[in-house]
């Protein structure tokens, strides 16, 4: 028999705090840190959601020190790798893993569009050169390229290849996802478009990757306690309650203006404060005063944080 080394369960894109000046918030991280592992939910770092290309190279390596010393071996960390420059990436990745993360995952470099052998070859340079345990990343909001699903399965082959984070919601992808990998014991397949992660758990992924569980991490671990015992009417009504958490911060936003309206939403929980990096702009008045009345609706569950 096969021992399984999937990753599994729900992995938060961890948003960055910063202060006012712009530095990284230290404090601020290790409460974000802390809110998610209590609730038994692993950290992301450097996605999207955290601003990744946005932050200073010393800045993200710092970011990473304090989640793994914060998460302390209570969950799983991870890092993502962004960047053009292939060799950038490749020296990036080396230095996450040194400092303890358990994967790094990697988008496409973007400034060019990549044809299918292109993108093969690029992450097959990236995972043979950083060599330690390295997840795809697909997110055509930001990239502009989708990675075709045969690209992903040549890729699985490679042993430290050992996941997928797939964040495009277009008809029939899921489930042609579930079918090629869902029976790969030692490749993991994560849900990135988060309304969609019911049917992912239920069509047989691994695991998600929502960004409203910055706010609510509870709620997604009981989603996903929910699958693994088949209680998919619960699953269903928790992901009801989580999308409206996300129409939160996301509902008629672009992807930069809901980043800045989820740290509303996390300074009025008391887990860090409202600022974005350049070329962002925080809320006006007006938007953050939506977003806090739209958030005290809900009615969410104290923030816990140790």
């Known amino acids: 028999m096969v021992k399984s080394t999937k990753h599994r369960g729900v992995i938060v894109p961890m948003a960055t705090p910063f202060t006012s000046s712009g530095v990284l918030d230290q404090p601020a991280a290790e409460r974000l840190v802390a809110h998610l592992a209590t609730n038994d939910i692993g950290v992301f770092v450097l996605g999207t959601t955290g601003e990744a290309a946005s932050i200073a190279p010393a800045c993200r390596a710092r970011l990473i020190e304090i989640a793994v010393k914060t998460a302390a071996g209570r969950v799983p960390v991870y890092a993502g790798l962004s960047d053009n420059c292939v060799a950038s990436s490749i020296e990036a990745g080396r230095n996450w893993l040194r400092l303890g993360v358990d994967a790094v995952v990697a988008t496409l470099p973007s400034y060019y569009l990549l044809n299918p052998a292109e993108m093969q070859a690029c992450y097959e340079l990236l995972a043979r050169e950083i060599k330690g345990a390295f997840i795809l990343y697909n997110i055509p909001s930001t990239t502009r390229m989708s990675i075709p699903l045969d690209v992903v399965q040549r890729l699985s082959e490679i042993p ?141 569950a104290p923030v816990s944080a140790r």
Request: hydrophobic share 45%; proline share 6%.
């Open 160 to 300: 430290n290849i050992v996941g997928f984070k797939d964040s495009e919601n277009v008809p029939g992808r899921l489930e042609k996802t579930a079918e090629l990998f869902s029976k790969n014991p030692n490749f993991s397949i994560f849900m990135g478009a988060a309304v969609l992660s019911a049917q992912a758990l239920r069509a047989g992924f691994d695991g998600l990757v929502p960004s409203s569980g910055n706010i609510a991490p509870a709620l997604w671990r009981d989603l996903f306690n929910a699958s693994l015992e088949s209680r998919w009417e619960q699953a269903e009504e928790l992901q009801r309650r989580a999308d409206a958490v996300a129409r939160v911060f996301q509902r008629d936003r672009s992807l930069g203006q809901s980043l800045a309206a989820l740290k509303v939403c996390l300074e009025t929980l008391g887990l860090c404060g409202p600022a974005v990096l350049p070329p962002l702009l925080p809320l006006d008045e007006a938007g953050r005063a939506t977003v806090q009345r739209e958030l005290a609706a809900l009615d969410l």
